[in-house]
């Protein structure tokens, strides 16, 4: 549990003073020999008494052994405490230190206490509840500095107070930056040693913005952008690669000469093009959905049609697919998907669990969504959608929100119900009557009645929407440098009305063996019951029904499959110049 918030140097204090340098076995208490402290010449007893405290402190059985993760120092300065006690005076110990690790410890400030470890070279302060980078109150010799996951909203203190000039690491990762006036601090002047830059997770939008800031750096090797809304345009990285040259490492992946070369020319081009994001959904395949039951009668007509529908952010652009059904989701907060009124409670394994991570990316999030539907096709075992559609997107940082947050796919059925329309009243019943007569002595006009019989108005009933199933599709490994999510969804399985009507019959069944094995119980010999245990010829063919009805389902059983999804979502990626100046050109 994160302790509560304190200062920077509140929070080292307690942790050198947890190394208890003035307790045994450290120190120069009652423990140690005279001749430890009084006499330079130690004899081979002052010297085994030496070796067991430090064997105390290295022993991992030892209860004063001391893991001391928080700095690679902190064993050192205890050992150092046991061996020569005497030099811990003043600002040794603060002095001592050239690595520090502070990791969710509740730290809200980098206070003026910290210029007190004249010697630190670095620092690591990642998830905590520090808001501002106060460079003033960092030691000159640092050359790392990590603020991973904190709450630092503005960089605005290194406008009066420049950072360690030495500085040649800066994590600023998972933080709450991405405005241009951020932007705008990252010069030579202020990082002129900085070779390793991490900015991944916050909300930088604007790549050339970013790029052209960036470039300002003479020494930096290593850049992290990814999880920022930049990453998703269509440009990224060949704008980055193309702009920083000197660049050796980019997201953790190394730069090959063959991206240099393939992204050669992409710093020279400009348009707005660098700021949109390209995503295709595609719906391929569905299968698993059973077959629906048939009617014996001639009416009514059943028809059945299914499709698949996901959700998608709401932003009118250009569309390669028009055959697109829609609607706006109006309430973000509204119940997803296998909770409306309606759908089926059919679901794949996990669906609370799903649930409550979809409430939980939505919480506080303003995300317009529409729901994008296929067209509809009748039942098959598999059927073939090949359903594409692609949207260009502007606002990357709402479309940041949406991967985050995922999205619901679901498999819909809609059954129409069909009845002959009544027949129109021509002339009365005597009209009628007439005619039956010229139809039984002209052959002709009765090949005719039977052609004009087989075609018969239907009339149609609305259509009754019923929702088989329902997913949730995570897509925040579209935000973590993957450029295309390819899933089977599953659904789960489904049962035909058919299946189910046999299996509470079989198990009517099987209520009544008990019932009638009593009633015809022997008496008497083995031979008897046997005699009397022989069934009739009617009862033999029940018997025998039932005996087939278990084999029967077992089949069924064992071919039903759950009803799956193939569905995919590709963040289209520019990958070279001449393709990234088309599209400039249509624009």
């Known amino acids: ?74 064993l050192a300065l205890r050992e150092l405490a046991v061996k020569t006690p005497g030099i811990l005076k003043g600002n040794f110990k603060h002095t001592f230190f050239t690595s520090l690790r502070i990791v969710d410890m509740g730290v809200s400030v980098i206070d003026e206490g910290l210029l007190k470890f004249s010697c630190l070279e670095e620092l690591v302060l990642s998830a905590n509840h520090i808001t501002q980078l106060l460079s003033e109150n960092l030691p000159k010799t640092l050359l790392v500095l990590e603020l991973y996951s904190n709450q630092i909203s503005s960089l605005k203190s290194l406008k009066t107070h420049p950072p360690p000039p030495h500085l040649q690491h800066l994590g600023l990762g998972n933080n709450c930056l991405g405005s241009p006036e951020d932007i705008q601090y990252f010069t030579a002047e202020h990082w002129p040693q900085l070779k390793s830059l991490d900015l991944s997770w916050c909300g930088f939008t604007e790549l050339y913005h970013v790029v052209e800031a960036l470039s300002a750096l003479p020494c930096l090797q290593s850049l992290v952008l990814v999880g920022n809304p930049l990453t998703l345009a269509s440009s990224y990285p060949g704008i980055v690669l193309d702009s920083l040259p000197r660049l050796l490492y980019l997201d953790g992946a190394r730069v090959t000469p063959e991206d240099r070369h393939q992204f050669r020319g992409f710093s020279q081009l400009k348009g707005t093009v660098f700021e949109e994001a390209e995503v295709t959904v595609c719906v391929q395949k569905i299968k698993g ?24 952010l709401d932003q009118p652009q250009s569309q390669e697919n028009t055959n697109v059904e829609s609607h706006i989701l109006t309430n973000i907060h509204q119940n997803p998907p296998h909770q409306r009124e309606g759908s089926a409670s059919i679901l794949c394994p996990g669906a609370d669990f799903l649930k409550t991570s979809w409430e939980h990316h939505n919480k506080g999030l303003n995300i317009p969504v529409v729901m994008n539907s296929t067209q509809k096709q009748e039942w098959a075992e598999v059927m073939e959608f090949n359903f594409m559609r692609t949207n260009r997107f502007s606002d990357l940082t709402v479309l940041k929100n949406f991967f985050l947050r995922g999205l619901w796919l679901t498999v819909e059925e809609e059954k129409v119900v069909s009845w002959p329309a009544p027949p129109a009243e021509i002339g009365g019943t005597k009209a009628s009557a007439d005619k039956k007569g010229k139809e039984s002595t002209d052959q002709n006009s009765k090949d005719k009645k039977k052609k004009k019989e087989t075609v018969i108005n239907l009339i149609h009933e609305a259509p009754v929407k019923q929702t088989l199933g329902s997913v949730h599709v995570e897509l925040k490994n579209l935000m973590e440098g993957k450029h295309q999510i390819q899933v089977d969804c599953n659904l789960g399985t489904l049962h035909s009305e058919e299946s189910v009507r046999t299996t509470v019959t079989r198990e009517k069944e099987q209520s009544k063996k008990p019932i009638e094995n009593k009633k015809t119980k022997p008496s008497g010999d083995t031979a008897s019951a046997q005699r009397n245990l022989t069934p009739s010829k009617g009862k033999g063919r029940a018997r025998k029904e039932n005996e087939t009805d278990p084999r029967a389902d077992d089949n069924f059983n064992s071919i039903t499959e759950p009803l799956t999804v193939e569905f995919s979502v590709q963040l289209s990626k520019v990958l070279c110049a001449s393709q990234l100046s088309n599209q400039t050109t249509m624009k």
């Open 289 to 312: 959905v059973p077959k629906p039951a048939l009617s014996l009668e001639e009416f009514p007509v059943v028809s059945y049609s299914y499709s698949a529908s996901y959700e998608f």
């Open 1 to 74: 549990m994160p302790m509560a918030c304190q200062t920077l140097t509140q929070a080292l204090e307690k942790l050198i003073l947890s190394l208890c340098l003035e307790s045994y076995p450290c120190g120069q208490g009652s423990w140690r020999k005279p001749s430890l402290r009084e006499h330079e010449d130690l004899d081979d007893a002052a010297l085994e008494d030496q070796f067991i405290l430090l064997e105390l402190l290295r022993s991992p059985q030892s209860p004063w052994q001391e893991k001391g993760s928080w700095s690679p120092q902190a």
